[in-house]
């Protein structure tokens, strides 16, 4: 889920019905700021806030994954932080390749490794450009992957494409105007992508770019999807008896401690 | 012709279809199939539905999206979608129940 904090009208309560329906990546804030903390479009990142800090607190409880794809790096460094679990950055590349407010800064991705987490490299054009404008190629989010590797280690590198097919020409173009800084001159969906990974049926020709640069076949494993399942085990646990959420020791019906104490000051 | 190139073009790529056929494929951040207000799914291409193509292109799994407050979709009413859920209303839903818990 996209923007967490305008979904659930900041009440932190409907995350445990979420989590029964089946809710398990939950990403704090789209590209504004929110309840809970600050977007990547927003200056200054004023980090997470009261409640976003109880709000992670109650997302590792029930095992829900803290996703920090948009949202600023003060932010996303602080919720690394406050998390009890790996995060993920689900859709994002490197800032250090690509100077894009959407792309994660250096000190960022150490903070996301240092925890176990993993970055999803994405195929969005605006975020591989090396030469602003023009659209790049597969090779172009290779480096990418080999850049995260090589800044924090392959072991938290996956893959989060954002092919995003159900993107009508209309919405795209409403999308594009909200924001351009992060989304460049692209008009179309369809060019959108990297060239050579653009749509889902493009996934086997990213395997053969990663061999041909010359990433081990462990390696190539992890980044397909072996990394994310490593952080999905250690995010989501052992699923409680009857598949619902765990049970919380105090009688707080779900709402975080943190919260119940900041209502009585 | 340099045949020792070509063999190991070849090489690699019999090394990265192998790869790709025994991994396990995740995307990170799928697209939103079920957005709360418009439920579009993405549009079948070349006769094959988006879910088709991902199977066929090796994907095992894939974190879909619920949707994009505001910016795409008008505000969304999560709230009455999850009543509507938990009461089996929604067309979306039927056949969806509860599972027992501990709580």
Sequence with gaps: MQGLASKIDDDLTLLRILHRLGLRVAQLTHNERNAFGCGCLETPDAGLTQLGRACVAELCHLGILVDLAHAGPRTAREAIEQSTRPCIISHANARALRDNPRNVPDEVLRALGARGGVLGVTAYAPFCETTPGVRPTLDDLVDHIEHVGQTIGIDHVGLGSDFFESESEIRFARFTRSYRAATGVYTSPATVYVEGFERIDRFPRLTEALVRRGFSDPDVVKVLGGNFLRVFREAWGEPAAGGGAPPRADDSGGRPAVVRDTQVC | ?103
Excluded: Y
């Design chain 2, 1 to 103: 012709m340099d045949t020792r190139h070509e063999d190991g073009e070849s090489a690699a790529s019999a090394r990265a279809q192998a790869l790709h056929r025994e991994a396990i494929v995740i995307d990170g951040q799928g697209v939103a199939l079920l957005l709360p207000v418009v439920l579009i799914p993405p549009a079948p291409l070349d006769g094959k539905t988006f879910l088709e193509r991902a199977a066929a292109s090796g994907v095992t799994a894939m974190n879909t999206t619920l949707g994009l407050g505001g910016i795409a979709t008008g505000p969304d009413d999560l709230r009455g979608a999850s009543g509507k859920a938990s009461s089996g209303s929604s067309s979306e839903c039927k056949g969806w129940r509860p599972r027992s818990t501990t709580t």
